[in-house]
């Protein structure tokens, strides 16, 4: 028995064996998963969630938003909870992610005819739920996106509808609403421009001509390009608000910087003033469809400082980093504005080139189908097929009896043409009017004259499309954001003294946070203000206003000192050696390293 046990465990240990071996053949290791699954990962919101294609320049959100609406749209408003609820059936991510995308194209005024409260992008304050707010496409979205002729479909993600790969824009739609999207070690950021102007580049660039854009706010402002860089990355837009003085003791802020909220630019007013910054006695906002920020200021308080002030220390100006990255490819690409204004202007004119084609191709069926009623009827080819018996004997005979007057046509006539033939009606036959279908004939000749010619002369074309955009939608997008150079504030000048600068003459501390008995009153300063020292034993030191600082004993002249400050000059009277003759030595101090002696 105990023979029998020892050979059951030696089996059992065996098969334990064989099976961890086999089961650890199938275990897939984390570094495997993360490389496979994450990868999957990354390249699905890059390329299907957070940038935007260079073919129509949408996100597939915005995309799906625009083609669902379309497939709606019959002139009249819909309640965008219903837009929500007919985008799911190609946007698998929620009903909140739709409407918030929706809200935002909405705002840009563009696309979109809103009705109700869609928010306000000056205060920030939110859109009404989707159940209160309406929407549709506008004429100029209905215009220049759709056209399903020159769509490619794909299946929806459940296979049960079709949506398109990118929509056919005939207009930089990506450059007109600018967009913003974070994906996985990867970011885009691609600045609004001006409506005019980007028709106003199509055209030039289509005349052969270099062009140049730089973004406009909806928010107005004044923004500083120098260091645009085209929108690729490392460039940097300066953006300011408009800060007028309307008294000494009154500024008024019109428009904000974009990126920013009246909300959000009065909290960092608010701060600043707190921090002693700056000095304010309030503020009130007034905002309602046109910005209006009222500053009070103290009595003895400059305005002109102050708006320096603004600038330095709020939100009032902002610096911003373009990224302009698009999917093309199905690859992520860094292309300048400029470089995808010429490639939205080309596709443009492919797009039109297509139009017209596919326009080409329907008028010369038209034709072609007008002249053989005008030969069936006239030539009385219908009375051959009174006496035939079977379906094939009444083809053959139309064929015979049309032969003899179709050397005209543009192409042979198929059986498919002959059986519309025989569907005309005896009514239709009876009342045949030659006159009227010459007319229509003339007409549709007219229209593939005037086709032709266009295709030859595409360029044209092309310019005249986008000079007919710009008289039709043009009215009221002039540019709101003014194109200005900024000097650069010196932060240091423009701060209000909010502290007082004590010293220990003997000990060698300074700062603003001696006590009472610890040191001397020396001036008023500001707590990002550099103080200058020098010792007895003839050093010299700069350092940072801080609350104390032990600076070295014997301290013989403490002050704020200046950068660059050449009108402050020290006078040093020292021995040359110890025996030697005494000198004097007439100096400023411009510019130095902080902290050392």
């Known amino acids: 028995m105990e023979e029998n046990k020892d050979e059951n465990l030696e089996h059992d240990e065996e098969f334990d064996r064989e099976e961890g071996n086999s089961s650890l053949e199938n275990v897939i290791q984390v570094s495997g998963m993360y490389n496979e699954w994450f990868l999957d990962y990354a390249s699905y919101v890059i390329l299907e969630r957070a940038v935007p294609h260079i ?17 709606m749209d019959d002139g009249r408003f819909h309640k965008v909870a219903n837009v929500i609820g007919n985008t799911m059936k190609y946007h698998p991510h929620g009903d909140a992610a739709i409407g918030d995308a929706m809200v935002q194209i909405g705002q840009k005024e563009i696309m979109l ?25 506008s004429k100029f979205a209905l215009e220049v996106t759709f056209n399903h002729k020159t769509t490619k479909w794909l299946a929806s993600y459940d296979g049960r509808n079709k949506e398109p790969e990118t929509l056919p824009a005939k207009f930089p739609v990506l450059l007109a609403h600018g967009v913003e999207g974070i994906a996985v070690g990867l970011a885009c950021k691609i600045l609004p421009h001006n409506f005019l102007e980007l028709i106003d580049g199509s055209i030039d660039i289509l005349k052969g001509k270099r062009v140049k854009i730089y973004p406009d706010f909806q928010t107005g ?25 309307e008294n000494d003791r009154l500024l008024m802020i019109t428009e904000i910087p974009f990126g920013t909220t009246t909300t959000s630019l009065i909290e960092s007013i608010l701060k600043a003033n707190d921090r002693g910054k700056i000095k304010i006695r309030k503020v009130e906002d007034n905002t309602a469809e046109n910005v209006e920020i009222l500053i009070h200021l103290p009595k003895g308080v400059s305005p002109d400082k102050t708006i320096d002030g603004l600038f330095a220390f709020t939100d009032c100006e902002a610096s911003i980093a373009p990224n302009s990255c698009v999917i093309q490819d199905d690859t992520p690409k860094f292309l300048g504005v400029s470089e995808l204004l010429v490639y939205s202007t080309e596709q443009t004119k492919t797009f039109l080139k297509w139009e017209l084609e596919i326009r080409r191709g329907e008028l010369q069926e038209l ?28 083809i053959a005979t139309i064929h ?22 025989t569907e005309i009606r005896i009514k239709r036959i009876s009342k045949f009017d030659s006159f009227k279908a010459d007319e229509r004939i003339k007409s549709l000749e007219d229209e593939l004259e005037q086709i032709q010619f266009d295709l030859e002369h595409l360029t044209d074309y092309a310019i005249a499309y986008f000079k007919g955009l710009k008289e039709r939608y043009g009215a009221g997008k002039e540019r709101k954001t003014e194109i200005a150079t900024f000097d650069n504030i010196v ?26 008995g610890e040191g001397e009153y020396v001036m008023d300063c500001s707590d990002i203000d550099d103080v200058i020292v020098f010792r007895a034993d003839g050093k ?54 902080r902290d050392k002696e």
């Open 491 to 516: 932060a240091a000048r423009v701060a209000v003294s909010n502290e007082k600068l004590y010293c220990n003459f003997e000990e060698g501390f300074i700062g603003t946070g001696l006590k009472r």
């Open 540 to 593: 010299m030191m700069v350092t940072k206003v801080s609350q104390k600082a032990f600076v070295g004993k014997n301290i013989i002249h403490a002050r704020i000192w200046k950068k660059n400050d050449k009108r402050t000059i020290y006078n040093m009277v020292y021995r040359d050696g110890k025996n030697g003759p005494s000198r004097i030595k007439r100096f400023s101090v411009t510019s130095i390293t």
């Open 113 to 137: 005819d809103t009705q109700g409260n869609w928010g306000n992008i000056l205060t920030g304050d939110r859109a009404a739920a989707p159940r209160y707010i309406e929407v549709k496409l």
């Open 367 to 394: 034709w072609h189908f007008a002249s053989l009623e005008k030969i069936f009827i006239e030539k009385r080819v219908y009375r051959d097929i009174e006496e035939c018996e079977t379906w094939e004997e009444i």
């Open 55 to 71: 073919n129509d320049g949408l996100k597939p959100v915005q995309r799906r938003i625009l083609h669902s609406l379309r497939e």
């Open 221 to 245: 402002g004044q923004a500083d390009f120098s260091n645009y860089n085209d929108g690729l990355r490392g460039g940097r837009v300066k953006v300011r608000a408009r800060i007028k003085k």
């Open 400 to 421: 015979k009896g049309l032969k003899p007057h179709i050397k005209h046509l543009l192409r042979e006539v198929t059986d498919d043409d002959v059986a519309r033939l």
